[in-house]
Every structure is written in C-alpha cells, then in structure tokens.
C-alpha cells in the first residue's frame, strides 16, 4: 500500500510558518521563494503558493520577484491579544472556583505543566509550547466550548508572542515559571480576584518585552 505523502506547497508552508512562529525568523526579514524551494528540495512554484496562504494570514507581505517579508508583530496586536486572553481566562477561573473539586483538579493539572516548563528552561521553543499549554489548559478545564474554540484561534499569535519574548529576554523564563506557580496557586485557592491582577502582570510584562 502507498503511503500518501505530503504535497511540496504543504510541507513549504508549515515549515515557513513553523519558523515564523516559533522565532527562527522575525519580523523584518525577507524571506527568498528560491532559497526555502532549495532548502526544502522543491520548486519555486509551491513555495509561492505557501507564501500566498501566509500572506493571507497576515504573517507574511509579497515583494514581486524577490519573495517575502516577514510581518513584525504590530502594537496593536499585542493589546488586542492581551485583553482577549484576560477576558477568556478570567471568565474560566471564575467558573472554575464554583467547583472546589474542579479548582484543585486544575491547579493540580497546571502544577504538572509547570514542573514541565522548568525541565525545558533551556529550551526556549519547547518553553513556548508548555507556556501555551499551560494557559490553554485553564480555558479549556473551565468546560466552555465557545470559549475554548475562539481561544484556539488566537494559538499562533499566543506562541509567536511568547517565542519571541523568550527569545528577547533569556531570563524572562525563571520570572515566568514563578508567575505561573502564583496563577495555579490562585485557582487551586479559588481566588479569582488574585487571578485577575496576577494575569494582567503576568501579560503585560511579557508583551513589554516584546514590544521594546
């Protein structure tokens, strides 16, 4: 039996938005169709075509005849996503802490996440995908599938923001570590007042890293 491989203008498009995303490339730099094609062993034909579906997604603007130049992320994003997320995981917790029982499971599950994120320190792509664990988990314990779905939608802006304060500021990982520690904390305390202040620090912190 075959096994089904996947097309060139696929495998150019993940990977690109891979390296977009986790901060192997940044804002700024441009990007050769002729050199990710050579990279990839592919045409340049399928690599326009991925770039294309990144421009699409706003993560990528189109120089004719020279290739692509990777978008910075923009100020106004990262106020767009800071105050979305503060909304979505704020409401979570709060509906968390009606349940004793659902409040600890959660701290528990994030403790655990946590003692992740501290074995990959050294790891700053692999941190950037525990942190987003970390918060996604709050969202999704909460149970609320409207809130978890338009939480999945803002992942790529979530871990490029992150790989790319992690990245700016190595020792930004310790101070997160600690303020994750205090966010579980919270909820396993059902305290979501303290969540709330601790969340908008913990965020806006980063973002000011990022943001520099």
């Keep these: 039996m075959a096994i089904e491989q996947t097309p060139a203008s696929e495998r150019a498009y993940r990977d690109t938005k891979t390296k977009i995303l986790v901060g192997a490339v940044k804002g700024g730099q441009l990007l050769s169709e002729v050199e990710v094609a050579a990279e990839l062993g592919v045409s340049r034909t399928p690599v326009h075509e991925a770039f294309l579906r990144l421009a699409a997604e706003d993560l990528l603007d189109l120089l004719p005849r020279r290739g692509a130049v990777v978008v910075p992320i923009p100020p106004h994003e990262a106020t767009d996503l800071l105050e979305m997320r503060l909304a ?29 994120q501290r074995a990959a320190a050294a790891d700053l792509v692999r941190f950037a995908e525990l942190d987003d664990a970390f918060h996604r988990h709050i969202v999704d314990a909460a149970g609320n599938r409207i809130s978890q779905r338009f939480y999945c939608s803002l992942g790529d802006r979530q871990r490029r923001m992150m790989a790319d304060a992690v990245q700016a500021d190595r020792t930004l990982v310790d101070r997160l570590i600690t303020e994750h520690a205090q966010l579980a904390h919270a909820i396993g305390t059902r305290d979501a007042t303290a969540f709330d202040a601790r969340l908008l620090a913990h965020l806006e912190s980063t973002y000011e890293v990022v943001l520099r």
Excluded at 89 to 112: P, T
Aim: glycine share 6%; net charge positive; aromatic share 0%.
């Design 88 to 116: 979505l995981e704020g409401s979570a917790v709060r509906r968390l802490c009606r349940s004793a029982a659902a409040a600890q499971a959660a701290s528990a599950e994030l403790a655990r996440l946590i003692d992740g």
